[in-house]
């Protein structure tokens, strides 16, 4: 009765482990978007007028560890300003 007691504890803390560890890995997903107020930031650089905002916002991304967003942020800058 004592084994089965202590096979069943040990069980319960494994599977609690495991569900406390996939919890936390989703915490630290990626989701492609920034939920929280980004910072500010400026950097001069030879992009349109019209698209210097979303470089300075890309950049934010970029450091804000927003890495998918950052991408996009970029991408969009390029397609509206080729040269």
């Not at 967003?69 to 080729?82: R, S």
């Amino acid at each position: 009765m004592k084994r089965a007691a202590s096979a069943s504890f040990i069980v319960a803390v494994v599977l609690c482990a495991s569900v406390f560890t996939a919890l936390a890995q989703e915490a630290q997903h990626d989701h492609g978007t920034p939920t929280g107020r980004l910072g500010t930031v400026h950097f001069p650089t030879s992009c349109n007028t019209a698209v210097a905002q979303d470089f300075d916002r890309g950049i934010a991304l970029l450091h804000s560890f927003w890495y998918s967003a950052a991408i996009e942020a970029f991408t969009g800058v390029l397609k509206n300003d080729p040269s």
